[in-house]
């Protein structure tokens, strides 16, 4: 038993003694590296901080920068662009110079959390919007007391502390319709003082949609409905009576237009009339003399028709006398061609006579030329007997020959 004990305890030394030398070699090692350590954390302090804090910031554009020397207390301001930060020295606040816009959403609805009162005590809600800006002048020597949170610590205290005393002023009805721009105007003039106060200037505060409860909304809008019906028969009768008064008049202008125009057409007949007879006056001598015109004019044309007449008379029995002579002359021509006519061809009868007497051929010649000029003309002695010429020719018997030549002296007589 003592023996293991011993062994034990033997190897417990051993086990101490080694961790103590592997101790002793890590300090050794340790003395070695920590200047290396603490350079490296060194380095690592300085570049988180120039991170944390960086030596150049920028400021951008609508914004206005105030840098604050924390060892002397000077202020310094800047516009957009970069400004030199030195840790631990100086101290950088960034302001908006924009036109902000707050809105008090627990006064929205009349359900909300923090409802406005009216003067009966009802609770309704108001859309508000308050636009307002930090004044440039003041931010530097504010920039201290400004709080981070503008809205929630200097606009909002200030807005509320306005609206809920200014709407305990006014009816429901008051703020619903007829006192709104009134409201709006007090609660400026309020409260632009009041952040005024603070380096901030008010632009404009508008008063948007009013919610009111639904029972006062109800028997308003029956109480709105009732007049308006009110309004529409107001309306309504004033336009009839002015309707009536504008037939009235209508009718009133349509007699006297009328009137006018009578006494204008009564005038122009006037006028008219004496106008014809200033032009009777002038116009009846230059009738008369017209008339004693056309009587001359009239005479002058009856005595031009008879010595037209008369020379066409005169004319008329020379133009007979003439054409009787002519007659007389004619037939004296005339007689005088019959005449010598008669005479010529009784000559020349007697010559034919004559001829023929000597040449009884001819006849039977001047027969067949007359018959047609296809026919040819065989010319013969006339036989002894007196009978016809082509008997002998055609070798008829006698009794036919003499017949046909009896025909053909028939024909030629």
Do not use: C
């Not at 090692?29 to 901080?49: C, F, M, Q």
């Not at 924009?98 to 009349?110: E, I």
């Not at 809008?221 to 309707?243: F, G, P």
Request: proline share 4%.
């Amino acid at each position: 038993m003592s023996e293991r004990m011993t062994a034990i305890a033997a190897a417990m030394r051993e086990g101490f003694g080694g961790l103590g030398t592997a101790l002793r070699s890590l300090g050794r090692r340790a003395l070695d590296s920590r200047g290396a350590i603490v350079g490296v954390t060194v380095v690592a302090l300085v570049g988180w901080g120039v991170w944390k804090n960086p030596p150049v910031q920028t400021v951008a554009r609508g914004e206005l920068g105030v840098r604050a020397n924390r060892l002397t207390g000077a202020v310094a301001q800047f516009r957009d662009g970069s400004v030199l930060v030195l840790p631990g020295l100086h101290e950088l606040r960034v302001y908006p110079l924009r036109d902000q816009v707050y809105r008090p959403v627990q006064v929205a609805k009349a359900t909300g959390e923090s409802p406005l009162q009216s003067m009966e005590g009802l609770s309704l809600g108001v859309d508000l919007a308050v636009r307002y800006a930090l004044d440039p002048g003041r931010i530097a020597a504010m920039s201290g007391a400004l709080p981070e949170d503008l809205n929630g610590q200097i606009v909002e205290p200030a807005v509320q502390g306005v609206i809920y005393k200014v709407f305990t002023r006014y009816t429901v009805r008051e703020i619903f319709s007829t006192k709104r721009a009134e409201i709006q105007q007090q609660i400026e003039s309020e409260l632009k003082g009041k952040l005024a106060a603070d380096g901030i200037v008010l632009r404009s505060v508008l008063m948007g949609k009013v919610d009111l409860p639904a029972d006062y909304r109800r028997g308003m809008d029956q109480l709105l409905a009732e007049e308006l019906e009110t309004e529409r028969m107001r309306y309504t009768i004033e336009l009839k009576n002015k309707q009536v008064v504008q037939t009235a008049l209508e009718a009133e202008a349509e007699k006297v237009r009328r009137e006018k125009a009578a006494e204008a057409s009564a005038r122009e007949q006037v006028i008219a009339a004496r106008a014809q007879e200033e032009a009777m006056k002038h116009v009846l001598p230059f009738k008369q003399k017209q008339i004693q015109q056309r009587q001359l004019e009239a005479e002058a044309d009856k005595l031009s028709r008879i010595r037209t007449a008369e020379g066409q008379a005169q004319a008329r029995r020379i133009e007979a006398a003439g054409e009787a002579d002519s007659r007389q002359k004619l037939a004296d021509a005339e007689a005088y061609r019959l005449d010598r006519l008669g005479k010529v061809t009784s000559e020349q009868m007697a010559r034919e006579g004559a001829l023929i007497s000597q040449h009884p051929l001819l006849i039977q010649k001047t027969l067949a030329d007359k018959l047609s000029d296809k026919v040819q003309v065989i010319i013969a002695p006339p036989p002894g007997d007196g009978g016809f010429i082509g008997t002998g020719l055609v070798g008829a018997p006698k009794h036919q020959a003499t017949a046909h030549a009896g025909q053909v002296s028939r024909s030629a007589e």
